[in-house]
């Protein structure tokens, strides 16, 4: 993924007024980013644990999307699976996201995300998950890296839609 400005990632939300997307929290550390290593950018709001951003090339523009974590379950001791990835985490490493649908409406779309939104780390073991964490495969990390990319894409047609 390109270096993204702060203007460039506030003017993406679709799915957020202008006003939403002029006050979320855009991570700081911008400059810092692995770029090269990321297929698209995922954080979460610092000052509320249930809002998440993601951020990504969606045919010829850039995409972003406010989503919302559900309430994690207490005692959730079980392996989830990210749709993204395919990273497996134990306890609340991942969550159900949701994001409204672009055009307003009270329609939404949920995926199962690693609750980081690092799964371009994950999928690259810049990242470790610990002990089966990643299932062993015999694709490539280049087309490991393009069904992410095809999962995030299929996420964000849904959305747009």
Not at 26 to 36: H, Y
Not at 65 to 80: K, M
Not at 112 to 139: F, H, N, Q, W
């Amino acid at each position: 993924m390109r270096p993204l400005s702060e203007r460039e990632i506030r003017a993406c939300f679709v799915n957020c007024t202008k006003g939403e997307a002029k006050r979320l929290a855009v991570p700081r550390d911008l400059d810092t980013r692995p770029w090269d290593d990321l297929d698209f950018l995922g954080w979460q709001d610092p000052s509320s644990p249930g809002r998440a951003y993601l951020v990504a090339e969606h045919g010829d523009r850039l995409v972003g999307v406010a989503l919302r974590r559900a309430t994690a379950h207490a005692g959730h001791v079980r392996r989830s699976m990210c749709s993204f990835c395919l990273t497996t985490h134990p306890g609340d490493g991942v969550a159900l996201m949701t994001a409204r649908r672009a055009g307003g409406g009270t329609d939404s779309v949920g995926a199962y995300i690693c609750t980081d939104l690092a799964c371009s780390l994950y999928l690259r073991g810049k990242k470790d998950v610990g002990p089966g964490g990643r299932m062993p495969e015999s694709l490539t990390l280049d087309e490991k890296i393009a069904r992410t990319a095809g999962n995030v894409t299929g996420f964000l047609r849904k959305v747009t839609q």
